[in-house]
């Protein structure tokens, strides 16, 4: 059989960009799915086909199984890639694809399941002799055992959501006295997220570094590794900045952590792509983490250091072709640096700031990839994930693909909405992060630190002056007199304006 | 055309006027030499003094922002002939302040009640938009005046939430 003819593609925003290029690329038809927020995005508009799922909400859009499965039939699509995110993790749906006969591109119902469960991943794992923090595989029945359990590994410990993620079911316990409430807090926010209260308990390993090994495993017994992502910088354990390799990984560890993740996907029968998360601790001691059985968000890193299109191969596994190429015809050459970003305000605790795009000026250049989901005039939509675009960078080495992307950030504009792209320039200046000196604390570290602002000077606002009266005459119609703009300005009177001031008293 | 801008804080006297493709520019009784071309809708290329500089607009309904480089800087700019300018030169610093919703979303929570008296800085309502809530904050020390937004509503940006004097 060849590959898929038709691909629905059952996502938003970039990653179903991404995929949909994947399709033309491969000859094979795509077929988009949106909500009637994202009527005009990005990915309607590339796509070959598309077909309305209705309302924003994404319990009755890119959440719901049998919208999206009608869609796929309606469609004549033989296949499904649900890129990350929504409902890329979820058994119930690449179950529900394959009863409907048509092809999930991802791993089976059975090792998603198996993965799901952060205690069943460990039973199955330790079984395959998968390093680990020190904790227990199973969920936790009184407080009184959490003690005995906390005692044996030592505090401070993390107690965890099995059924977590993001954050969510996660408390830090320093002792005893604080274990009792800890243990009600996170079950019950674990209840409230996820449906399951089950919680578990792992030594804490203060600032770890976050790395994961991606794989690729073909339905014919091949698994492969494609190298690490040191993904460290995170804020509210949202990743923001990824790489590709990491700067502690050496070519020793590479492979012995390599090793690891192919036997973890091998225990869980797993196909396709997927990535194994490790903590590394100070002395460079790797612990599995979590297995994520989907394309990640900072896939392109990876792309980019061993030269391979992920999705591609991703399709073609899923249409049974093998693996066509062996371990050690991998071979990673360069660096490549992510930057994820978002719709929201880092002046201003992070706030999320949907609304029009006025003005979008791109980068170009050696060394650069954008793979994005918004375009000049598009209105960003308030009801979903804020990730607008993801800007990579590539050199030969490290220092190059740093000093490329902050060339390239300084060419990105996005106007009318707030990013975060100015937290890119901050982190990449930054001399420990040249020094690849990174933890899951970096970022909260660098935030707390004073911004040196010393770059704004009277020069830049004499030049915005001058730009101010220029803009107004050479294009009068928009605004020459702002004050008759400003808000606060806008009354007529000073009479209307003491009158409207008294009824609001 | 005599302007006065107001960035930063700081008030600016420009004098800007072009006649055969050739600008000439004042600021602040000072002569300066610039070539500027509108490269297309909201950014300028200016140069001075050899120096290449591009500027981009970023203009809403209420504001207007002008990005030299990476700093993003607010400007008022003002026709000191036009009385609408000389009254807004007053500046609404004093009495009531707006608060305003600054995007789309929904209220989730309401944390004070017409009447109370606030800190700068407080959190009066919860707002949610992009699966985030977020805590809109007092812009002054006061009193809680009025309070327009109600637990359930959906507001735009630009939205007047409560008035806080």
């Known amino acids: ?505 | 055309m005599i302007y006065d801008v107001l960035i930063d804080g700081m008030t600016y006297r420009l004098e800007l006027s072009r006649a055969d493709g050739k600008w000439a520019c004042r600021l602040n009784d000072k002569e300066i030499a610039i070539d500027a071309v509108m490269t297309r809708r909201d950014v300028l290329s200016i140069l001075i003094d050899g120096h290449a500089y591009e500027i981009k607009r970023e203009k809403s309904a209420m504001d207007l922002h002008l990005w030299v480089g990476p700093v993003r800087h607010e400007v008022v700019l003002r026709d000191p002939r036009s009385l609408v300018s000389r009254r807004a030169a007053a500046g609404p610093d004093h009495g009531p302040r707006k608060l305003i919703a600054p995007m789309p979303g929904k209220i989730v929570r309401v944390l004070v009640s017409e009447g109370d008296e606030v800190e700068a800085g407080q959190g009066l309502l919860v707002v949610e938009a992009m699966k985030m809530q977020n805590e809109i904050k007092s812009p002054k020390k006061g009193v809680v005046r009025k309070l327009v937004a109600a637990t359930g509503a959906n507001v735009n940006a630009g939205d007047v939430l409560a008035v806080v004097e």
């Open chain 1, 1 to 505: 059989m060849g590959l898929f003819k038709k691909i629905l593609v059952a996502n938003r925003g970039e990653i179903a960009v991404r995929v949909i290029r994947a399709c033309r690329e491969l000859g094979i038809t795509s077929v988009a799915v949106y909500s009637d927020v994202d009527r005009a995005s990005l990915h309607v508009r590339k796509a070959d086909e598309a077909y309305g799922l209705g309302p924003a909400a994404a319990a009755e859009s890119y959440l719901n199984i049998g919208k999206i499965l009608d869609a796929a039939k309606r469609s004549g699509a033989d296949a499904i890639h649900p890129g990350y995110g929504f409902l890329s993790e979820n058994a119930k749906f690449a179950q529900a694809c394959a009863q409907a006969g048509i092809k999930f591109i991802g791993p089976t119902a059975a090792a998603m399941e198996m993965m799901g469960s952060k205690t069943r991943a460990r039973q199955h794992m330790e079984k395959a002799g998968v390093p680990f923090v020190p904790g227990t595989s199973r969920g936790l029945e009184s407080p009184e055992e959490g003690e005995l359990v906390a005692e044996k590994i030592g505090y401070p410990i993390m107690l965890k959501a099995a059924a977590g993620g993001g954050g969510k079911g996660m408390r830090l316990v320093h002792s005893n006295a604080e274990l009792k409430a800890a243990l009600e807090g996170a079950r019950s926010e674990a209840q409230r997220a996820f449906g399951d209260a089950e919680v578990y308990i792992e030594k804490a390993i203060i600032n770890p570094r976050h790395i994961e090994m991606q794989i690729l495993a073909d339905e014919h017994g091949n698994t492969v590794y494609l190298g690490e992502r040191e993904c460290s910088i995170q804020r509210r354990h949202q990743k923001v900045l990824e790489e590709a390799p990491s700067p502690v990984v050496d070519a020793d560890m590479r492979r012995r952590m390599g090793e690891v993740a192919v036997r973890v996907a091998q225990a869980a029968g797993y196909t396709n792509a997927g990535t194994i998360e490790f903590l590394v601790d100070a002395d460079k001691n790797f612990y599995f983490l979590e297995m994520n059985t989907r394309l990640q968000v900072e896939h392109p890193v990876t792309e980019l250091t061993t030269g391979l299109d992920l999705v591609h191969l991703q399709i073609r596994i899923a249409a049974g072709e093998r693996l066509p190429f062996a371990q050690e015809d991998v071979l990673i050459r360069g660096h490549a640096i992510e930057c994820r970003i978002y719709a929201e305000d880092p002046d201003n605790n992070f706030f999320p700031s949907p609304g029009k795009i006025t003005l979008l000026l791109l980068p170009s250049g050696p060394g650069i990839r954008r793979d994005s989901g918004m375009y000049e005039g598009w209105t960003v939509p308030i009801d979903y994930d804020p990730l607008l675009a993801k800007l990579i960078g590539y050199g030969t080495n490290r220092e190059q693909a740093i000093a490329r992307l902050i060339r390239a950030l300084n060419e990105y504009f996005v106007g009318g909405i707030k990013t975060n792209m100015l937290l890119f320039r901050r982190i990449l200046h930054d001399p420990d992060f040249q020094a690849g000196k990174l933890d899951t604390g970096y970022l909260d570290r660098l935030l707390k630190k004073e911004e040196d602002r010393t770059a704004v000077d009277g020069k830049g606002a004499e030049l915005a002056a001058i730009a101010a009266g220029v803009f107004a005459i050479l294009d009068p119609a928009s605004g020459a007199d702002t004050s008759s703009r400003h808000p606060e300005a806008s009354v007529p009177s000073q009479w209307k304006r003491a009158g409207r001031e008294e009824s609001l008293r």
